[in-house]
């Protein structure tokens, strides 16, 4: 016979969808943030995460390779840069390089690879490194630059507190006191412009809110996520941090300051939205996204820490196996007749 | 648009015959029928060697007291032999080889090209219909080749309301029952009315989907100048809206349970619009069911076609009339590219469920490289069953059977938009088909069992 007769079983054709491919579209929703803090925190934002990335992506090679003795090599899917990135948008941007360095080692070696690689990891790894590293360094990791010092600025960046440290002070302390005053006055400083295009303190990739809105809606166009879980968390936060400001304005804050502070669309949109550490059905998703956005406004407001997020994806994270086994999408025939 | 609510996909149309008018087949030398042609028990032959036979003359009978049906001659000729052959199903059946001679047709049936109204003929009631569907040996022509007439007669406690004729073809690549509806209308029509007269319905649906603008207008103008109680039901573009669920849900906003309940449980009868066609033939022009459209296509065949072709008909003939097989490895696939069958040899013969042969060749017909699951829930997202294929695939390779089967895999209808859609390339449906089969022989195992 002329020909060769290739077999295999249905489908025969495929979407053309890829690993790959799902890994660089949140790098690029990711591109206008860092272009935002490079422009609020000079070049110190992308020497950050440049150590960064380099550093995931030679673990994670360096791991396979010697330790795993994996002869394919999986840097190429692209879920180590995107780890890189991500660990990066965690940190200050004046972040001494050792800190990233070892934050890089516990996400991609501890977090990622110990447990079978992509697809396998419990937790998000870029946020276990900065969970790690925010309670291994917590002086490093919540020393933040103020912005618009200029381009050169890198180690040598002043810093300053961010706006949800001093909503913290707000609700820790009684208004008649000083420290409230300061807090008033400082909060009172912050215009809505400086929330939307990056000019607070924060940490590296979470300052500039209409970047993140900008990365959601290419991720959602490009059909990578769907909404379910950003938009439940930020529901979620809205309706209850709303709830307690009209219950208590002296000592919570406005909801949409909320929203719009620390790393809460950072996370929402894109650390949340793991594919490896979310539920798989719809309804799931949302029960995910709801338990992150209530844990988040409690541990903000009552926690140690000034930011809740980054806990209460991980500890949602935990859950997610569960979560799986209890909300199973609708299967055909349950659902009620139209009309 | 109508279309139904639970996942689905859209893959690239590539209805590259679609303006390709029906062109009819050249007759093969000899011609093969394999008697496993249809769901059920394969027919019994009923001619020997050296038999002479026309187009039209039966030569395998229902087996009684079965799910079977008859089988048709689609040539003229000698009986060369009652031997077995490998169909596109990839299993050996007994068949029936006949060398052609000539082309004599058997005097019963009607070859004038008129065209025949319900109306002339008051004496076709339902139970006449329907014997003359079975005598003809009609089953569905979409692909699953359940025998027509038994899908006529439910079980008394159902009371059919509806009957909802599949026109979507939502495979990408065919367009065999498009060319249909555009060159033959009227008989379609005619058998659509059929249908529902034996099944003692009174309201019609025709499910198109939104691709096929022109059929959309052609029939809606005929239905509302000559068939009141016809509707043409215009479907967003989606796969698998073919899917008899699917379709249902899609047309009427009801879904069927998970089996064993049967589309009439919810009042529907689906048939195809080939098989409204062949209804037609076999009630109005004594036709039995022995010739089809087959699309024969793909992206690297010089001259992608449709046509009317006998059974028995080798599709490598098929091929050779649209050019040839191109250079090089090639995947050749009877059906479209979700759910057909690769052959292993272009030898097999055209049935009754061969709606199309599909070449594919170089990169397009290889899978790609399976990636780890990076759990992404596309697979979900896609399932129309609302089934979570990843974990059935997951489980199925760890042979957790009893699991799968609480996960519902029997609800499973093997679309293949999990692996479509998934950006990691991975096997799942291999890996549910070997869970399904395996369950399915589970629960059949019980209620032997139970019987005991």
Known sequence: ?339 | MKTFRIGGVHPAENKLSAAESIKVAELPKVAVFPMGQHIGAPALPCVQKGDKVKVGTQIGKPMEKALSTSIFSSVSGTVLKVDTVVDASGYKKPAVYIAVEGDEWEESIDRRDKLVMLADKPELIPEVIIEKIKNAGVVGMGGACFPTHVKLMPPPQFKPEWVIINAVECEPYLTADHRLMLEKADEVLVGVELLMKAAKVSKGFIGIEENKPDAIKLLSEKCAAQHPNIEVVPLKTKYPQGGEKQLIDAVVGRQVPAPPALPVSVGAIIQNVGTAFAVYEAVMKNKPLFERIVTVTGKQLKHPSNFLTRMGTPMSQLIEACGGLPDGEAKVIGGGPMMGKALVNLEVPICKGSSGVLIMSGEDARRGEPQPCIRCAKCVNACPMGLEPYLLATCSGKKMWDKVEAEGITSCIECGSCQFTCPSNRPMLDLIRVGKTTVMTNIRARQMAAKK
Not at chain 1, 149 to 165: C, I, K, M
Not at chain 1, 234 to 247: D, K, P, Q, R
Not at chain 1, 299 to 310: D, K, Q, T, V
Request: glycine share 10%; charged share 10%; net charge positive.
């Open chain 1, 1 to 339: 016979m002329a020909n060769k007769l290739v077999v295999s079983l249905s489908p025969h054709v495929h979407s053309g969808d890829s690993v790959q491919k799902n890994m660089y579209w949140v790098c690029i929703a990711l591109v206008p943030a860092l272009l935002c803090s490079f422009i609020s925190f000079g070049v110190g934002a992308i020497i950050t995460t440049a150590i960064s990335v380099a550093s995931c992506v030679c673990f994670e090679w360096a791991i396979n390779k010697f330790m795993l003795k994996n002869p394919k090599c999986t840097i190429c899917d692209g879920s180590a840069i995107l780890t890189g990135l991500l660990l990066a948008f965690n940190m200050p941007s004046n972040i001494q390089p050792w800190i990233i360095i070892v934050g890089a080692l516990f996400a991609i070696g501890v977090v990622k690879m110990t447990f079978g690689g992509l697809g396998c990891n419990l937790f998000n790894p870029a946020l276990a490194g900065r969970a790690f590293l925010l309670i291994s360094f917590p002086v490093g990791m919540t020393t933040w630059p103020t912005p618009g010092q200029g381009f050169g600025v890198y180690l040598d960046a002043e810093t300053g507190a961010t706006p949800l440290a001093w909503m913290k002070v707000m609700f820790k302390n009684a208004p008649d006191t000083e420290l409230y005053q300061k807090a008033v006055q400082e909060l009172s400083k912050i215009k809505w412009e400086d929330m939307i295009f990056g000019n607070t303190g924060g940490c590296l990739g979470e300052v500039c809110t209409a970047a993140l809105i900008l990365g959601l809606a290419i991720l959602l166009a490009k059909k990578v996520i769907t909404w379910h879980i950003p938009v439940s968390i930020l529901v979620t936060v809205f309706v209850l941090s709303g709830l307690m400001y009209i219950a208590n304005p002296q000592s919570y804050a406005n909801p949409l300051a909320e929203l719009m502070s620390g790393g809460l669309l950072l996370g929402a949109i894109f650390m949340a939205t793991d594919y490896v550490t979310s539920p798989m059905s719809k309804n799931g998703q949302l029960v995910y996204g709801v338990a992150i956005g209530f844990l988040t406004v409690i541990i903000r407001a009552y926690g140690a820490y000034p930011e809740g997020m980054s806990f209460a994806i991980l500890i949602m994270n935990a859950f997610v196996p569960l979560i799986n086994n209890k909300f199973k999408p609708k299967r055909f025939g349950e659902v009620p007749v139209k009309k």
